[in-house]
């Protein structure tokens, strides 16, 4: 069965101070791995799209990476609008499901 | 360009009842999801439909239902109201039939409290 694992669960980090969220997967085929910001009581917003190892994409002061067995969103210098939970999904070639995390709530703090 | 809708927006029902939830993909896209998020967890699949056939159904009760029409919105019914099914519904929609385009675009979701 796909399982998806999210770490942390939580992560409060000062204005400006860089960090890392991890995704780990494991899925029979992958097909694509997914980042998504949700804000409370709303809908996940997506991110990133990451097909195949060693594949990096960027948006402002997030990066999103892909390895074999899991995959990271680094926030660069974050602002507090930076708060969110971000979930991570994984979708493989055997079925048509997102398999998500439980996602890592980050909070920034001015 | 519109995003994916759904509605309404909240729904409060008491245990028993029958609920509704409507979704509008976003103009192009052939493909629906829905999916459950309780409080704290990240959402459960619960269907996919293209072009109006159910492409796949998660570990639902038979409880839950859909169908998608030939303008591609769908539809969630959900019979006999469970406290447990109190949560937020959201709906994806994706256009599959792109070569490499398999990104699922959520809506704002319905928002369901059973009492």
């Known amino acids: 069965e796909d399982q998806v694992t999210q770490s942390p669960e939580a992560l409060r980090l000062q204005e400006g101070e860089s960090s890392s969220l991890n995704c780990s997967y494991t899925?029979?085929?992958?097909?694509?791995l997914f980042w998504y910001r949700q804000d409370p009581g709303k809908g996940p917003e997506f991110l990133f799209t990451?097909?195949?190892a060693g594949e990096e994409k960027e948006k402002e002061r997030l990066k999103a990476t892909l390895t074999k067995k899991e995959s990271f969103l680094h926030i660069t210098a974050p602002k507090p609008e930076d708060s969110a939970t971000y979930l991570c999904a994984a979708l493989n070639f055997g079925n048509e499901k997102l398999t998500f995390g439980t996602g890592t709530r980050l909070t920034i703090i001015p | 360009d519109a995003g994916v809708t759904q509605s309404p927006t909240h729904l409060i029902k008491t245990r028993g009842q029958q609920v509704t939830l409507r979704c509008s993909p976003i103009?192009?896209?052939?493909?629906v999801s829905w999916y459950q998020q309780v409080l704290g967890q990240g959402p459960q699949f619960i269907f996919q439909?293209?072009?109006?056939?159910?492409?796949g159904r998660g570990n639902f009760p038979d409880r839950f239902s859909a169908r998608q029409f030939p303008n591609y919105s769908s539809e969630l019914n959900v019979n006999a109201l469970l406290l447990g099914d109190s949560a937020l519904y959201l709906c994806?929609?994706?256009?599959?039939?792109?070569?490499?385009?398999?990104?699922?675009?959520f809506g704002p979701g319905t928002r369901l409290l059973v009492l």
């Open positions: 103009s192009g896209h052939k493909s």
């Open positions: 439909y293209y072009e109006k056939e159910e492409r």
């Open positions: 994806a929609s994706s256009d599959p039939g792109l070569a490499v385009e398999e990104t699922q675009y």
């Open positions: 899925v029979s085929g992958l097909r694509g």
């Open positions: 990451l097909y195949s």
